[in-house]
Structures are given as structure tokens and as C-alpha cells.
């Protein structure tokens, strides 16, 4: 099978086997998998990438299924990556959220696709960015990354993303120091969860919350265009207001000409981390220091050379 021509052709199956060679470990599917996203990545794909954290319990699963189903009715293809703990024992993960997403699983336009983490932090995995070119070239127009959950690395997720969603339950008023500062400065939009039932007086004050939260101790930069939206998945309201916001906030970095520039900042990003763990701080260093690091950066941008090939020429 070539998994570059049928991935193309929007063949599902043939996505699942390249993000299998492409999380894969060995060695040899390594640089196959390397060739297959350089080329996957070649094209500029009309995509928009959501990034959607929260604590444990937020509902992000039951909140990802009502939010792209409102895309599949406009007609967008919507790809789903779940980012899965894995276990310090046995480094397996149970990979249950797409038996969570069932309405939204068996749309024909939806791939859903959960991943063990790995051990590494960050609420991604490392392979995740290279599993969102693969479905972009499927022709996926909408691709959510649901993380682990907040924690100390979390953060590393707003890399790979175009907007970040950040979920929280009511009575957070208490648990913002729990928290990470650095999560809600990047999301773009804080969205209270499970307003339904006697739980709506203590979404309200939930948002009053942030809303001070917000004001207090962040920049006016990041306070002033940062939204506070609430919805429930169990009845199906404030969904829409959520994606409306995500298209509004796409609409504005794109006339402000940020949207290419941050993608950029982000391949920027991963490159440079990907060499440092593989090479280590020392050499990686070394690179930086002899200013090396922007001729490999130019090469792989533009698709010149495998990230692995030309970490072995180092």
C-alpha cells in the first residue's frame, strides 16, 4: 500500500497505519515515517487546530462530541487525536475516550484516534504535531487534540494548536491555584462546564470567578481577549456560542496576519525540541552556539531534508 497516496485519497485505514508508523519506536519506521510526514506537510492545508484541556472529570470527552458534531453540520471533516495517561508500571493506557464519543465516532466525516502519552509530559505526546499533518493531508478540516489534563506541562500543547480550550467545573474559585497559571493565560477561551440543572447559579458564579481571576492577575493584553463561555454537553446548550467564538478568534489572528506567523513560531518550536532530545542539551547547545540551528531549522521547514536523516549527519 502506498500510505501517502491513499492517505491523500482520504483513506481512514491507511491514516491509522501512518500514525502507527509514526508513533512507532523501531528505528527503521522512524525515517519511513519521517518521509511520510515530510511529504504529508508539503501542501498548505486550510486547517484549524483546537487544542482542548481541563481537570480530570470537566467532561472534555462529552464536551469534544456535542462541539464537533456542530461542525460536521456545516459539512467539516472533524479528526479527534485523545492523548491518553499511560501507565508507570506497565506503560499501557486504557484508550477508552472514543467509546465516550459515540454519536460523534460513527459520523462517516469524524476520525477519532486515541494515543498513549507515553510518559511524557506536556498533556500531548511527542508524536502528536506529525499525527496532525497526517490528518490535515486526509482532508480533515478540524482537528481537536484532547490532552490529558491540567498539569504542571500542559502548556505544551498551546505549540501545537491554533486556539487553545480550556474546560472548568463550577466552585474552581477555590481551585485556581490548583491550576497552573500558565494554562489559563494561553487559552484563548474558559469555558465553565455542566451548566444544567441546580448547577447554573454556580456556573455564574464559577464565571465571576475567572472573570476576576483574569483581570487581577493577568496582562490586559491577555484579559481583554480572552472569553468566558458556559455550556452544557448533557443538554446540548452553549455549544454553538463555543464554536462561534473559535471561528471569530480564527477570523481575527487571521486579518491580523498571526495565524501564519504563530504556526511558523510552532514548527520553529518543534524542531528545536525534537534535536534537543535527541542529541541531548550538550550538543544541542554546541548547535545553538555555532548558529546551526537555523540552517537545520531552513532545511526541514522546507522540506529539504529528513528530520532524522540530518540529525545522524550531526
Known amino acids: ?26 528505528e527503521e519506521h522512524k525515517i519511513i515515517s519521517q518521509e511520510l510526514v515530510m511529504k504529508c506537510s508539503e501542501k498548505n ?58 454519536e460523534l465516532s460513527n459520523n462517516k466525516n469524524v476520525f477519532i484516534r486515541p494515543s498513549s502519552n507515553s510518559g511524557i509530559l506536556g498533556g500531548v505526546s511527542n508524536k502528536t504535531r506529525d499525527c496532525i499533518i497526517l490528518c490535515e493531508a486526509a482532508g480533515y478540516d478540524i482537528i481537536i487534540i484532547e490532552t490529558v489534563g491540567v498539569g504542571q506541562s500542559e502548556t505544551v500543547v498551546s505549540k501545537l494548536v491554533d486556539v487553545m480550550l480550556l474546560l472548568a467545573l463550577t466552585g474552581a474559585g477555590d481551585k ?33 470567578d475567572f472573570h476576576n481571576t483574569l483581570i ?37 489572528i487571521k486579518e491580523n496576519k498571526k495565524f501564519n506567523v504563530k504556526r511558523q513560531k510552532q514548527k520553529i518550536y518543534w524542531i528545536n525540541k525534537f534535536v534537543k532530545e535527541e542529541l541531548g542539551n550538550i550538543k544541542y547547545n554546541e548547535l545553538l552556539n555555532k548558529n546551526l540551528m537555523k540552517d537545520i531549522e531552513h532545511k526541514i521547514i522546507n522540506h529539504k531534508e529528513n528530520v532524522y536523516e540530518l540529525i545522524k549527519k550531526i
Request: glycine content about 10%; overall charge positive; aromatic content about 4%.
Open 1 to 26: 500500500m502506498d500510505l501517502y497516496a491513499e492517505i491523500i485519497n482520504g483513506n481512514n485505514n491507511a491514516l491509522s497505519k501512518g500514525i502507527t508508523l509514526v508513533e512507532s519506536t523501531l
Open 45 to 102: 492545508y486550510n486547517s484549524i487546530r483546537i487544542g482542548v484541556t481541563g481537570v480530570p472529570g470537566v467532561g472534555k470527552s462529552t464536551f469534544i462530541e456535542k462541539f464537533g458534531i456542530r461542525f460536521t453540520k456545516n459539512d467539516k471533516k472533524v479528526a479527534v487525536l485523545a492523548i491518553d495517561p499511560s501507565s508507570e508500571e506497565t506503560k499501557g493506557s486504557i484508550l477508552g475516550d472514543k467509546s465516550r464519543m459515540n
Open 176 to 208: 485556581l491555584q490548583g491550576i497552573k497559571r500558565g494554562i489559563i493565560e494561553l487559552a484563548n477561551i474558559i469555558i465553565i462546564t455542566k451548566d444544567d440543572g441546580d448547577n447554573k447559579n454556580k456556573v455564574k458564579t464559577t464565571m465571576l
Open 216 to 252: 487581577l492577575g493577568m496582562s490586559n493584553e491577555i484579559s481583554i481577549n480572552q472569553k468566558i463561555l458556559r455550556c452544557s454537553a448533557k443538554e446540548n446548550t452553549g455549544i454553538f456560542e463555543v464554536k462561534k467564538a473559535v471561528e471569530i478568534y480564527i477570523n481575527n
